[in-house]
């Protein structure tokens, strides 16, 4: 069998068993290579396991399932979607793209997605690894791992104190387990492997390199608008949310729930997004856990301490990220200044409220209380933590390039402005697998490939060299605390010393930490 170009299917050899892929694009494609068993029937809830093997040739040609999540026909207002079907608790497996399967050692980018930790997947097209493969002669990998209720839920009954409660994290360390061992037969380099995400998959890849395994498999870090203002809760925290997730799933304990299929787990999912959701937050109806186990720090420490710090950061963010989830919400758009006013108590303490306010206030002069509340949620989830996490980096004396996505969105009259998630198509430089997705509607051609270039070109760079410099963009110094320097991107790319200085001058105010 050839493709339509006449080459034979590219064919690998593993341990486990041989694959074969297809040629994409110009570089081969290997789809739902399965990188861990099945955590199906008594593997729910359990440590990811190696994966027994298989005899013959698997074909490797389509993706496997997705992890089970909520989904909506047609899609979302913003996204217009971030997760399809099929979906299946069989579910752990891994795409690779390589430009010469068995050819000399290639730098390797290993993509966790994010999704607020209840949806999306690595099978997504958005997410191909073709063309950092194609433009950038890497290996790429992307990989599903357990959502919701099935990475993000464990039961003391089931588990002793002494074991993880963060599934999903054993899932995405299995992942880069099978990286470092069978990633050279695709023409990879298994010491020169790059981890990148974007969201909760940029908080997965700062998790990882604060677990005393994983940090040893990759030597660089990419940071896409991690959030890392939220809290991480301690086991015993945690167990309220278990404890409300089997209520909403009408069981008793684990044993009843790994009886129920997927559907059932999915569908009592959406009863704990409703139970948790707080008005001015972020909703995150599943969090990871600090178990010490798996988890030991907030992943925002991760990257300062012992080894982790030898790791070359990237870090960065959009200008609006809260748009994203707030600025189409008719509910939200009614805000009072009073209900704000409130909200920010929350974090700054009664007294400097009102001057938080006027503070964020003038900086967009004309806005609206709902302008004042996103400003405020995008500095303390996304913008400040990952300033401050540049911050300490920087007085460590390790690497770390920061950045701030500003080209703002044209659709919905601009109420979206710059947010989360945008940044991902300049990235990947594919818009040609956003055309479902509302938020990059409108934006122009010519100056949308001119910033995706740069950005795609960036990303390559770094996941080279440690450095995210090339011939087509200016100077990027790394952040120092002198000059602070930040790459913006926008329709004009260009390095702003201490660009997020207000934001982070302002929360330096904040009340004091609960946690």
Not at 30 to 49: I, N, Q, S, T
Not at 402 to 422: E, I, K, M, S, T
Request: with cysteine.
């Amino acid at each position: 069998m050839t493709d339509t170009q006449g080459h034979a299917p590219p064919v690998v050899r593993l341990p486990a068993g041989r694959l074969r892929g297809v040629f994409e694009g110009g570089v081969a494609a290997f789809k739902g290579v399965p990188y861990a068993a099945p955590p199906v029937g008594d593997l729910r809830w359990r440590v990811a396991r190696p994966h027994p093997g298989w005899s013959g040739t698997r074909d490797a040609t389509s993706y496997g399932p997705s992890s089970p999540q909520m989904f909506v026909e047609g899609g979302d207002p913003v996204l217009g979607g971030h997760g399809l079907p099929p979906f299946d608790d069989d579910c752990l497996t891994l795409n690779v793209w390589t430009p010469a399967p068995g050819g000399a050692g290639r730098p390797v980018l290993v993509w966790i997605h994010g999704g607020g930790f209840v949806s999306g997947s690595g099978s997504l097209p958005v997410y191909s690894g073709e063309t950092f493969a194609r433009d950038g002669d890497l290996v790429v990998v992307t990989l599903n791992y357990r959502l919701g209720p099935l990475g993000y839920l464990s039961f003391g009954d089931e588990a002793a104190e002494d074991g993880p409660a963060n599934f999903w994290l054993t899932d995405q360390l299995a992942a880069l387990r099978w990286v470092h061992d069978n990633i050279a037969h695709f023409g990879g380099d298994p010491d020169r492997v790059t981890v990148a995400g974007q969201s909760g998959g940029a908080l997965s890849t700062a998790a990882l390199a604060g677990h005393p395994e994983a940090q040893k498999l990759f030597g660089r870090a990419i940071l896409q608008s991690p959030p890392f203002g939220l809290h991480i809760p301690t086991r015993a925290e945690y167990r309220q949310r278990v404890d409300a997730y089997l209520r909403f799933a009408g069981v008793k304990d684990a044993g009843e729930l790994r009886r129920l299929p997927w559907t059932r787990l999915v569908e009592a999912a959406g009863g704990l997004f409703a139970h948790t959701t707080r008005w001015g937050y972020w909703p995150t109806p599943f969090l990871p856990v600090r178990d010490d186990v798996t988890l030991f720090d907030h992943p925002a420490q991760a990257l300062l301490h012992g080894a982790a710090t030898g790791i070359d950061v990237l870090v960065g963010w959009t200008r609006e990220e809260a748009n994203f989830g707030f600025a189409l919400d008719a509910g939200y758009a009614e805000s009072t200044r009073d209900r704000v006013l409130d909200r920010i108590a929350k974090t700054f303490g009664e007294g400097p409220a009102a001057d938080v306010y006027a503070e964020y206030a003038r900086a967009r002069p004309g806005g609206r209380p709902v302008g004042v509340l996103m400003d405020l949620i995008t500095d303390e989830l996304f913008r400040v933590p990952c300033v401050e996490l540049a911050e300490a980096r920087a007085a460590l004396g390790r690497p770390v390039w920061a950045y701030q996505f500003d080209l703002p969105a044209p659709v919905y009259g601009g109420r979206l402005a710059a947010a989360h998630c945008l940044e991902l198509p300049f990235v990947f430089d594919n818009f040609d697998r956003w055309a479902h997705a509302p938020l990059v509607e409108g934006i122009d051609p010519g100056m949308r490939e001119g910033l995706a270039r740069s950005m795609h070109q960036a990303w390559i760079a770094f996941a080279r060299t440690g450095d995210p410099n090339h011939a087509g963009m200016p100077a990027w110094e790394p952040y120092r605390t002198g000059a602070r320097t930040t790459m913006r991107f926008d329709s004009a790319v260009h390095p702003v010393d201490d660009l997020a200085g207000h934001a982070r001058r302002l929360h330096a105010r904040r009340a004091p930490a609960s946690e």
